[in-house]
Structure formats: structure tokens, C-alpha cells
């Protein structure tokens, strides 16, 4: 396995502007899961997907938020018109629910945004 | 809901001393119970997991973590503190059918040489 990787792993944006981050998942992993980290906290869960469908989705998400899995492999997740308090950092992590008593995340690198 | 509460942000050990660090879970049913460490403008990575098998849990680079459902506890453990071993480390809960985790607000250790 080549583990989870996100990209880019550091964005500079200036607010009102829009941004995109990916996450590509281990390899057969049908579930995917976005947080977020502020500093100094620990990750806060924002949606996860089963497949391509998104199960849940965290009242943090608000409506400048949108996440997609198309075909159920990679993710992105897209935040409209910035705000200063939309820098932290975002994991991505995947799992797989092949055996269901051991849903064990594992995450990607993480992409740190910041907004001017 | 689930939560963790991770007692003390910051803990400092001397090289070759016990490491404690310490979570306390509240969850209405059977939980799983995680903990992952993370360096410097890094992802998390796994440390041990409980899934409701044996209550003492093994994990990578040394570290043991024991659950104790009377106690509602589930802390971290290593006999003999690395200077490697300096990060943060956070623990976090999750219940089968809801398997989004829960994390606590992470505690730093320091290794003081």
C-alpha cells in the first residue's frame, strides 16, 4: 500500500477566493473521511463517504463546504468564497469496512490552508 | 455521543522514564478506543487500537495502552521513554455503526534529555 496522500499539502489563499483539496485513498479502501485541525486541537470530524455516496456530513460543514467522491476512489473537497477562520489543517483518511470490528482510519499527510 | 477528555496538554518525561499519558472516554455503548501520535506539520499515525478483545493493547515502538471500563480510562504507557517518542498524541473514540472518531484535545510530550 502506498498509504494516503493529499494534495496540495500547503495552500496560501487570499479570503473570498475558492479552494479545492484532493485525497486519493489506499487502494481498496471504500470508506473516506475529511477533519479538521485547528491549531492546537484535535481533528474535528466534517463528512465521510461509503463508496461514492456521502453518509454524514458535520454541522462544522457549512454550506461553503462541498465534498465529492466520484466513483468512489479519489475525494475532493472544495470550500467557496474563504474566510480567515477556514485556516487549519485537512486530513483525509480511509478505511475499510471489510471487517467491521476493526474500522482502523488511516491518514493522509493532511493539507494545511491559509487564508489571507 | 462519544467523547474523550485527555487530562494535562502538555507532559514532560526524562529519557528512559515511564511515560503516562491519560484519557478518559464517556460513550453509552461498547466503544472502540484509538490512539494516534502525530509529528510536526504531519498526518496521524495509528499507535494501538481497542476493539473490545483483550483489554491490554499493544501497540507500536513500545507503547501499551490498558482498558479499564470501570474507570472509563484507556491511558497510554511506555516504560522507558526515547527521545523519538516526543509528539503529540491524541486519543479518540468511535462506536461500531458510527464509526466517525471522536478525538481529545491531544497532549504534547516532551523528552527532556
Known amino acids: 500500500d502506498t498509504g494516503v496522500s493529499q494534495d496540495p499539502r500547503h495552500k496560501i489563499t487570499k479570503r473570498g477566493q475558492n479552494v479545492t483539496f484532493r485525497c486519493d485513498p489506499i487502494?481498496?479502501?471504500?470508506?473516506l473521511y475529511w477533519y479538521r485541525q485547528t491549531l492546537g486541537q484535535g481533528p474535528e470530524f466534517l463528512t465521510y463517504?461509503?463508496?461514492?455516496?456521502?453518509?454524514?456530513k458535520s454541522r462544522l460543514l457549512s454550506d461553503r463546504f462541498s465534498a465529492e467522491r466520484p466513483k468512489g476512489s479519489f475525494s475532493t473537497l472544495e470550500i467557496q468564497r474563504t474566510e480567515q477562520g477556514d485556516s487549519a489543517m485537512y486530513l483525509c483518511?480511509?478505511?475499510?469496512?471489510?471487517?467491521?470490528?476493526?474500522?482502523?482510519?488511516?491518514f493522509g499527510p493532511g493539507t494545511r490552508l491559509t487564508v489571507l | 455521543a462519544q467523547s474523550v477528555t485527555q487530562l494535562g496538554s502538555h507532559v514532560s518525561v526524562s529519557e528512559g522514564a515511564l511515560v503516562l499519558l491519560r484519557c478518559n472516554y464517556s460513550?453509552?455503548?461498547?466503544?472502540?478506543l484509538f490512539w494516534y501520535v502525530q509529528y510536526p506539520n504531519q498526518g496521524l499515525q495509528l499507535l494501538l487500537k481497542y476493539t473490545s478483545a483483550a483489554t491490554l493493547v499493544k501497540g507500536i515502538n513500545g507503547f501499551e495502552a490498558e482498558f479499564k471500563k470501570s474507570e472509563t480510562s484507556f491511558h497510554l504507557t511506555k516504560p522507558s521513554a526515547h527521545m523519538s517518542d516526543a509528539a503529540e498524541y491524541f486519543c479518540?473514540?468511535?462506536?461500531?455503526?458510527?464509526?466517525?472518531?471522536?478525538f481529545g484535545t491531544g497532549t504534547r510530550l516532551t523528552i527532556i534529555p
Open positions: 460513550s453509552s455503548v461498547p466503544p472502540y
Open positions: 487502494s481498496e479502501h471504500n470508506r
Open positions: 483518511a480511509s478505511s475499510s469496512q471489510t471487517d467491521r470490528n476493526t474500522d482502523t482510519q488511516y
Open positions: 479518540a473514540v468511535s462506536v461500531f455503526g458510527n464509526e466517525k472518531l471522536t
Open positions: 463517504f461509503q463508496n461514492e455516496a456521502q453518509l454524514e
